[in-house]
């Protein structure tokens, strides 16, 4: 197992993949670090839709302007908020945010690269309508998963400084 911290550090949005096929073990892995997420009152908001055929990943390719990443994925988690399971849709979302973020890390660790896919949501409708989702059910992310093409890839982050506040009670942000 690796340590956490070091994962959460070098995990890096990946968006090309080679075609190297992700094992079923792998996919199992990820959407049980999806699945221990943390959610409030523990109600599990979620449902992962898992597309592996071309056929799939093709339609969906269209519903983005990733295109090409979506593309060249091995395979795809659409991650859904299930309103049946709703207790209150601010914590639900951050519950769902939460599982997002573990199975990002998962992928890293299994040595993975993956990308979570928002601005797919632009075309909600059309991604409900190729998965089937039922009424009750909203799109929250797609997450795109593959093995990385090899090369280098940076992201950098505001200084803490300038983003926490430490005993400055009464001062100004
Ligand atoms: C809510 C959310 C939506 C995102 N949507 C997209 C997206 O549609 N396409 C994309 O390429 N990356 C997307 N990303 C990835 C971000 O661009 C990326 O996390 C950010 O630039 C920091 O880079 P890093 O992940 O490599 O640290 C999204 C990330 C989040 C959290």
Request: glycine content about 6%; proline content about 2%; overall charge negative.
């Given at each position: 197992?690796?340590?956490?911290?070091?994962?959460?550090?070098?995990?890096?949005?990946v968006r090309e993949f080679t075609k190297e096929d992700v094992s079923d073990d792998a996919i199992t892995t990820i959407l049980e670090c999806g699945r221990w997420a943390p959610s409030g009152l523990n109600n599990q908001p979620w449902k992962f839709v898992v597309i592996r055929e071309q056929d799939g990943i093709h339609k969906l390719a269209d519903c983005t302007r990733y295109t090409k990443t979506v593309l060249s994925a091995n395979v795809?988690?659409?991650?859904?908020?299930?309103?049946?399971?709703?207790?209150?849709?601010t914590k639900d979302i951050q519950a769902i945010g939460a599982a997002v973020q573990n199975m990002l890390l998962?992928?890293?660790?299994?040595?993975?690269?993956?990308?979570?896919?928002?601005e797919i949501l632009n075309q909600q409708e059309d991604v409900d309508f190729i998965l089937k989702?039922?009424?009750?059910?909203?799109?929250?992310?797609?997450?795109?998963?593959?093995h990385p093409v090899e090369k280098a890839r940076s992201s950098s982050r505001k200084d803490l400084e300038d983003i926490v506040f430490r005993e400055k009670f009464g001062t100004k942000w």
């Amino acid at each position: 197992m690796g340590n956490t911290i070091d994962t959460i550090f070098s995990r890096r949005s990946v968006r090309e993949f080679t075609k190297e096929d992700v094992s079923d073990d792998a996919i199992t892995t990820i959407l049980e670090c999806g699945r221990w997420a943390p959610s409030g009152l523990n109600n599990q908001p979620w449902k992962f839709v898992v597309i592996r055929e071309q056929d799939g990943i093709h339609k969906l390719a269209d519903c983005t302007r990733y295109t090409k990443t979506v593309l060249s994925a091995n395979v795809l988690i659409a991650v859904y908020f299930d309103n049946e399971t709703s207790y209150n849709k601010t914590k639900d979302i951050q519950a769902i945010g939460a599982a997002v973020q573990n199975m990002l890390l998962a992928c890293e660790e299994l040595g993975l690269g993956a990308v979570w896919l928002g601005e797919i949501l632009n075309q909600q409708e059309d991604v409900d309508f190729i998965l089937k989702a039922p009424e009750n059910a909203e799109l929250m992310a797609v997450i795109a998963i593959g093995h990385p093409v090899e090369k280098a890839r940076s992201s950098s982050r505001k200084d803490l400084e300038d983003i926490v506040f430490r005993e400055k009670f009464g001062t100004k942000w």
